[in-house]
């Protein structure tokens, strides 16, 4: 509401300025040209409405060396010898929570109305893009079970959602570092919602005031609490489409 009061503010302000200068006569029609010229390009893109459209593709929250930063996790699966493929230029500490992310779906198969044909003869392939970069850390652990497990139901993941937490093979999420600077960009990419780490919750209290009042936060214990959160409601499983 706040940055809406101010983009408003700005518009007003400018248009008054160009009715004292004798560029406009009141009343001026406040159309889409008039807005993009008082208020400038868009600030974002909203990405991650068009990359989750699809199951399997999860948004995460993340921290590089300038700051915060968003990155969508993508699962994909199809015929083969059962493995793990992982790319994105992964460290060793984000292959382990693709794994553990992996071995907790399947583990849990029959709870999210998996079939356990699913994983039979299947080779699983989850990639991180922006593969010049490289990426590490255990933070991105439920953002990878998310998206496996958004493939694997046929539940697309809520575009609105950002999510940050390590993950346990019991499922357990665990508190991460940096949780100031991944809310800023979750914002900064117009994301509304944010699921953290139960034990993080105090650190909300870092983020400025004006970002936290236009989030919703999800402070979370358990990967089935991610679930509940982030995907859409259920569709046809992948082990039975067409």
């Given at each position: 509401v706040r940055q809406l009061e101010r983009e408003l503010g700005t518009l007003l302000r400018k248009t008054a300025t160009r009715i004292a200068a004798g560029e406009a006569t009141a009343p001026v029609a406040a159309d889409v040209t008039a807005i993009r010229d008082a208020l400038g390009r868009q600030r974002f893109f909203q990405e991650s409405a068009v990359r989750t459209a699809v199951p399997g593709v999860a948004t995460?929250?993340?921290?590089?060396?300038?700051?915060?930063?968003?990155?969508?996790?993508?699962?994909?699966?199809?015929?083969?010898?059962?493995?793990?493929?992982?790319?994105?230029?992964?460290?060793?500490?984000?292959?382990?929570?693709?794994r553990i992310a992996l071995s907790y779906v399947r583990a849990h198969a029959e709870d999210l109305d998996i079939p356990e044909e699913a994983f039979a003869e299947r080779e699983f392939h989850v990639h991180v893009p922006a593969g010049a970069i490289p990426k590490d850390?255990?933070?991105?652990?439920?953002?990878?079970?998310?998206?496996?497990?958004?493939?694997?139901?046929?539940?697309?993941?809520?575009?609105?959602?950002?999510?940050?937490?390590?993950?346990?093979?019991?499922?357990?999420?665990?508190?991460?570092?940096?949780?100031?600077?991944?809310?800023?960009?979750?914002?900064?990419?117009?994301?509304?919602?944010?699921?953290?780490?139960?034990?993080?919750?105090?650190?909300?209290?870092?983020?400025?005031?004006?970002?936290?009042?236009?989030?919703?936060?999800?402070?979370?214990?358990?990967?089935?609490?991610?679930?509940?959160?982030?995907?859409?409601?259920?569709?046809?499983p992948l082990a039975h489409a067409a």
């Open positions: 995460g929250l993340s921290v590089t060396g300038t700051g915060g930063d968003v990155l969508f996790i993508e699962a994909t699966a199809m015929p083969g010898k059962p493995e793990l493929v992982l790319t994105g230029q992964l460290g060793d500490v984000m292959k382990e929570s693709a850390g255990p933070s991105a652990g439920i953002t990878i079970a998310t998206a496996l497990a958004s493939l694997l139901t046929g539940r697309p993941v809520r575009h609105t959602v950002g999510m940050t937490g390590e993950v346990t093979l019991q499922g357990r999420v665990l508190p991460i570092g940096g949780l100031k600077q991944k809310v800023l960009a979750a914002h900064a990419a117009g994301l509304t919602d944010v699921i953290l780490p139960e034990r993080n919750r105090p650190d909300v209290d870092d983020v400025p005031e004006d970002v936290r009042e236009q989030l919703a936060f999800h402070p979370v214990m358990t990967i089935g609490e991610v679930l509940d959160t982030a995907l859409e409601p259920a569709r046809e």
